[in-house]
């Protein structure tokens, strides 16, 4: 059988379609064959075949509602990119098409439609972006991680699956084991904090400013800033001998750090499926500027469930952030509440679950 997938844009599609290429391959062994099918200035080219997947790019960019002269490039390069894409799915005849989101999959989809073959997405978000409220209508099947999700989908052809995460957080180590392998103290209170696979500035900013308050002896912070903002953090907090027990990483293995954790900090895209695989309570900053808010959805979503403290960029300071984990860090019978919440919304075998679903469509297309 063949097999398509696309997601692009960011690490946040990316990585999903990754895993449940992952997961069909342990399903299927050798009767898959895979491609990936992306923009060619995304993350996703080096991605895909870092992870042994064949890509290719077409073009793609962003559409919105107004009209200006980079919305009519965009335009021009969606049916550029469709036009593309039905010769490349005609020369690889797949069984089915797989997207996790980003503009790309729009005109790979619509494609694979126009062709009259069958297609699955997957939505990460509480709240459906509207590329995948769009191509819900042509689809066979709808993934999406959360239940509240289900009410912006055709209910007939939704399943609630999870967020596909990474094989790592499905098998994870001790506490202990994890903060020796990171050369942590063991006996720390140890707060992780992330960015996502951009970086966050002003999270960055915040917490940078609440660790001298925080800083009791007790406690260890291990901070991934993003290679962007690298540079710019180590200059604002000075050389690390002042800072002992503050590591600032442009990135860390996060699937070990999240297993050391006592409070993970982190932005509320994709991340809140491995925060919750890893059963870690977390303080959540959502990205602010996305006119849909997908990722304070994400983190009302846990904030309603008791798993999460949701902080804001724009009116968040380093004392009430500060404030936070004081009072949680003396609260071990609400970090355990939190924790438990959290362990209950996670879904670790998600992509198996997709993969499932990818191979059921096939064989339905297959013997029609």
């Given at each position: 059988m063949k097999i398509v997938l696309t997601g692009g844009g960011t690490g946040g599609h990316v990585y999903?379609?990754?895993?449940?290429?992952?997961?069909?391959?342990?399903?299927?062994?050798?009767?898959?064959?895979?491609?990936?099918?992306?923009?060619?200035?995304?993350?996703?080219?080096?991605?895909?075949?870092?992870?042994?997947?064949?890509?290719i790019s077409i073009p793609s960019g962003p559409i919105s509602k107004t009209?200006?002269?980079?919305?009519?490039?965009?335009?021009?390069?969606?049916?550029?990119?469709?036009?593309?894409?039905?010769?490349?799915?005609?020369e690889f005849a797949p069984d089915v098409v797989v997207g996790t989101g980003g503009y790309v999959t729009a005109a790979i989809l619509m494609a694979q439609r126009s062709l009259g073959g069958p297609i699955v997405i997957h939505e990460q978000n509480v709240r459906p972006g509207r590329t995948n409220t769009l191509l819900a209508k042509i689809?066979?099947?709808?993934?999406?991680?959360?239940?509240?999700?289900?009410?912006?989908?055709?209910?007939?052809?939704?399943?609630?699956?999870?967020?596909?995460?990474?094989?790592?957080?499905?098998?994870?180590?001790?506490?202990?084991?994890?903060?020796?392998?990171?050369?942590?103290?063991?006996?720390?209170f140890t707060i992780v904090a992330v960015g996502g696979s951009q970086g966050a500035r002003k999270p960055n900013e915040i917490i940078a400013g609440a660790w001298p308050i925080i800083d009791d002896g007790a406690t260890q912070l291990l901070h991934q800033v993003g290679e962007r903002y690298i540079n710019e953090m180590?200059?604002?907090?000075?050389?690390?001998?002042?800072?002992?027990?503050?590591a600032v990483e442009a990135y860390i293995d996060v699937p070990l750090a999240f297993a050391g954790?006592?409070?993970?900090?982190?932005?509320?895209?994709?991340?809140v499926a491995e925060i919750t695989a890893a059963g870690r309570p977390s303080i959540l900053f959502p990205y602010p500027y996305h006119k849909d808010q997908h990722q304070k959805r994400n983190a009302e979503y846990l904030v309603e469930r008791g798993a999460a403290v949701m902080c804001e960029d724009l009116s968040t300071t380093s004392e009430q952030l500060a404030d936070i984990i004081s009072r949680l860090?003396?609260?071990?019978?609400?970090?355990?509440?939190?924790?438990?919440a959290s362990a209950a919304l996670g879904k670790p075998d998600a992509a198996e679950r997709i993969a499932q679903i990818v191979l059921q469509?096939?064989?339905?297309?297959?013997?029609?």
């Amino acid at each position: 059988m063949k097999i398509v997938l696309t997601g692009g844009g960011t690490g946040g599609h990316v990585y999903p379609a990754i895993s449940i290429a992952q997961a069909l391959k342990k399903l299927s062994g050798s009767d898959a064959e895979l491609l990936y099918i992306g923009s060619s200035h995304g993350p996703e080219g080096d991605i895909a075949r870092n992870a042994g997947l064949e890509f290719i790019s077409i073009p793609s960019g962003p559409i919105s509602k107004t009209l200006s002269l980079r919305n009519a490039r965009s335009l021009a390069m969606l049916f550029a990119g469709i036009f593309r894409a039905r010769k490349v799915l005609k020369e690889f005849a797949p069984d089915v098409v797989v997207g996790t989101g980003g503009y790309v999959t729009a005109a790979i989809l619509m494609a694979q439609r126009s062709l009259g073959g069958p297609i699955v997405i997957h939505e990460q978000n509480v709240r459906p972006g509207r590329t995948n409220t769009l191509l819900a209508k042509i689809a066979d099947k709808i993934c999406v991680s959360f239940e509240d999700s289900v009410d912006y989908m055709p209910k007939e052809k939704t399943e609630v699956t999870g967020l596909p995460i990474r094989a790592q957080f499905i098998d994870m180590s001790s506490k202990a084991d994890a903060r020796r392998e990171l050369g942590l103290n063991e006996d720390l209170f140890t707060i992780v904090a992330v960015g996502g696979s951009q970086g966050a500035r002003k999270p960055n900013e915040i917490i940078a400013g609440a660790w001298p308050i925080i800083d009791d002896g007790a406690t260890q912070l291990l901070h991934q800033v993003g290679e962007r903002y690298i540079n710019e953090m180590r200059n604002l907090l000075g050389p690390p001998e002042e800072r002992s027990h503050y590591a600032v990483e442009a990135y860390i293995d996060v699937p070990l750090a999240f297993a050391g954790a006592d409070l993970v900090i982190s932005r509320s895209g994709g991340t809140v499926a491995e925060i919750t695989a890893a059963g870690r309570p977390s303080i959540l900053f959502p990205y602010p500027y996305h006119k849909d808010q997908h990722q304070k959805r994400n983190a009302e979503y846990l904030v309603e469930r008791g798993a999460a403290v949701m902080c804001e960029d724009l009116s968040t300071t380093s004392e009430q952030l500060a404030d936070i984990i004081s009072r949680l860090r003396s609260s071990p019978q609400q970090l355990a509440s939190m924790a438990s919440a959290s362990a209950a919304l996670g879904k670790p075998d998600a992509a198996e679950r997709i993969a499932q679903i990818v191979l059921q469509v096939t064989k339905t297309h297959v013997g029609n």
